[in-house]
């Protein structure tokens, strides 16, 4: 990966974080959007970036060299309590990205990825239409196939959770699907 050398804030738009196996498959670890940082590694000493960064909707970022963000988390102390929130709410995500992976099908997946997507669970209201994004992309945060999330896109258009106009709109009924046991 490239140096790890700053945090990088996003402004507008969303980008997702990616990492690419040995074997050349890619996974996509994040979708993230605006008020969301990344490459906060750095600040811990990671001296490489893990993933890589791609604009997934026309994005502008505000790039922080780590001694800036440094100096800024010392001295102040409001930025430094939106960024701790920030990384608290980050690392409770990826472990419920974990539980997600190890114990739910590959359909409750991606329910929870459209939701997650749309902005469900978040602070303000959540934005029912997503940004452009490919069914490659939705396999590869999923953990399966293209195939499978056409099948289970299909599925969700057929139960009216989703509908398909030019992006894709989550309707509300679609939470069911995910609090179902």
Known sequence: GDPA????????????LSVVSETGKEAVVAVLMPGDFFGEGCLAGQPLRMSTATAVTPATVLIVDKRT???MLHRQAAFSDRFIAHMVARNIRIEEDLVDQLFNSSEKRLARTLLLLARYGKHGTPQPVLPKVSQEVLAEMVGTTRSRVNFFMN????????EYNG???????????????
């Open 5 to 16: 050398a700053s945090v990088i804030y996003i402004q507008q738009g969303s980008v997702k």
């Open 69 to 71: 963000m440094l100096e």
């Open 155 to 162: 599925k969700f258009r057929k139960l009216g959770f989703i």
């Open 167 to 181: 992006g894709i709109t989550i309707n509300t009924s679609l939470l069911s699907l995910v609090l179902h046991d």
